[in-house]
């Protein structure tokens, strides 16, 4: 407006230097009128807003505290605080507070989630729901129904989540798409060039060891893994390690040494329940070993095609006798190597933390609408979207 009046004077006026000067003086002090007035106050608040780092209290948690140190503050170029010691600052000073639902972090209890309600006076602080369990292995520590109206957020395997954790994932090495063609074309490829490493196959008993290895803690599961292994066992021999068998494996190394010897990995899930696919997948995907999945996810959304065998598409028998051909033809069994040099896995538990705390991050700093869920249970404990065990699957 000013640089228009400024304009429409007669020439002679407008060249004049004292002119100039104070309609510049008008136009900058108006600039500035504006920008401490409606509306620019508002975007001055947002940007001031956006900058901030957003600070994370972990409401319950005493273990892991050195790994979530060294990860605050390391989210590309936002600023991310995490904090485990409740009473380090004012609960109403945290843009989001989590709570840690499952056994991972010890003890889990006493929750006392009623008191950061009753302290906790800050409108914009959203309450985060965080489990890596599926709902039914969770019914066993927590019940959810209890908790109408106090999350805002959730953090949990399923996609659907605001912020998912994704145990592991499987992305191309290079951007670009690969065609059906492709895939076959590399397939083809492994046929003729995949050598496997020898495994070392002769035990100590002169007698040659077994194919597939299993190793679970959980030997009573909502999926029934356990029958499905001890029906397959009747047809093909399965080292079992862990709490479920008496072979052990223990330490860092375990997985590596533990796989020189095996060809098949059964990666079966605890729970059938959609989107559930977690470490005992993705660590078997980044070795030397084909994985035999059992689970309730698509894996297709996961992995690709013909990595893996999906023990649900077959009965105990039929998957015995696969195996085996698969044993004995190298080229078959190198097949399902193909993707190895197209795909990188990543999967470490460290990974997992590290990317879902920075998603959480950059979500308080772009998503300021109010949601909160009413029933956690049909959102989340709804046992519908997990799979009951079906004795037809192996008999
Ligand atoms: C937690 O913070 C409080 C207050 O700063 C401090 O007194 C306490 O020692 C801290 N606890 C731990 C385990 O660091
Ligand atoms: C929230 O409570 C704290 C003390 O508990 C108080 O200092 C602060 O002013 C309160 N904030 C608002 C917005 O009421
Ligand atoms: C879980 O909590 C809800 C609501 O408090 C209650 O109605 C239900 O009986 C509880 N379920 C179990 C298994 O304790
Ligand atoms: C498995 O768990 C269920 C439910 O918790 C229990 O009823 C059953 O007895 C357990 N079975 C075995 C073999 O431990
Ligand atoms: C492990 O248990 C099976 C039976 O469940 C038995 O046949 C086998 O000899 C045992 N192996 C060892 C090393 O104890
Ligand atoms: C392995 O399988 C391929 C493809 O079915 C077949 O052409 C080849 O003859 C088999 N090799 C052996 C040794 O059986
Ligand atoms: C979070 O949920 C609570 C409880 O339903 C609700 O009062 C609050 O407004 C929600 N806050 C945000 C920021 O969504």
């Given at each position: 407006m000013w640089l228009l009046l400024l304009m429409i004077l007669p020439e002679h006026i407008r060249n004049r230097r004292s002119v100039k000067v104070a309609a510049f003086l008008v136009v900058v002090g108006t600039l500035v009128f504006w920008w401490y007035n409606f509306p620019f106050q508002k975007v001055h608040d947002y940007i001031l807003q956006s900058k901030r780092g957003k600070s994370i209290l972990l409401?319950?948690?005493?273990?892991?505290e050195r790994f979530f140190r060294q990860h605050s503050g390391s989210c590309g170029s936002i600023r991310c605080e995490i904090i485990s010691?409740?009473?380090?600052?004012?609960?109403?000073?945290?843009d989001a507070i989590v709570v840690i639902f499952g056994d991972?972090?010890?003890?889990?209890?006493?929750?006392?989630l009623a008191e950061f309600q009753s302290e906790s006076?800050?409108?914009?602080?959203k309450f985060v729901f965080y489990t890596r369990k599926s709902p039914q292995s969770l019914a066993s520590y927590h019940?959810?129904?209890?908790?109408?109206?106090?999350?805002?957020w959730t953090m949990t395997y399923?996609?659907?989540?605001?912020i998912p954790l994704l145990y592991g994932r499987i992305a191309p090495e290079e951007l670009s798409f690969l065609s059906p063609e492709d895939v076959l074309r590399h397939i083809e490829r492994a046929r003729k060039t995949f050598r496997p490493?020898?495994?070392?196959?002769?035990s100590k008993l002169n007698k040659v060891s077994p194919i597939v290895a299993w190793m679970a803690?959980?030997?009573?599961?909502t999926s029934q893994r356990e029958l499905y292994v001890k029906e397959l066992k009747n047809y093909i021999e399965v080292d079992v390690y862990g709490e479920c068998g008496n072979l052990t494996c223990d330490g860092p190394q375990c997985y590596d040494i533990l796989l020189r010897?095996?060809?098949?990995?059964?990666?079966?899930?605890?729970s059938l329940c959609?989107?559930?696919?977690?470490d005992t997948f993705f660590t078997m995907m980044d070795r030397d070993v084909v994985p035999v999945v059992y689970g309730g996810a698509d894996y297709t959304r996961y992995a690709p095609t013909h990595s893996y065998i999906d023990a649900?598409?077959?009965k105990p028998e039929e998957l015995a006798t696969y195996l085996k051909i698969l044993d004995a033809n190298d080229t078959l069994y190198g097949?399902?190597?193909?993707w190895k040099d197209h795909y990188r896995v990543t999967s470490s538990e460290e990974n997992m933390w590290h990317n879902s705390f920075c998603d959480l991050s950059q979500k308080l700093h772009r998503d300021f609408e109010s949601k909160s869920y009413q029933d956690l249970i049909s959102y989340w404990?709804?046992?519908?979207q997990c799979v009951p065990f079906d004795p037809k699957w192996i008999f």
């Open positions: 409401w319950n948690s005493n273990e892991n010691n409740r009473s380090e600052r004012p609960i109403e000073s945290y991972d972090f010890s003890p889990v209890d006493p929750m006392e006076n800050n409108t914009n602080q019940n959810v129904s209890e908790f109408t109206g106090v999350f805002n399923r996609r659907d989540s605001d490493r020898p495994k070392s196959r002769i803690s959980d030997c009573n599961t010897n095996y060809k098949f990995y059964l990666s079966f899930e605890n959609p989107d559930y696919v977690t649900r598409q077959f097949e399902y190597f193909w404990g709804d046992y519908n």
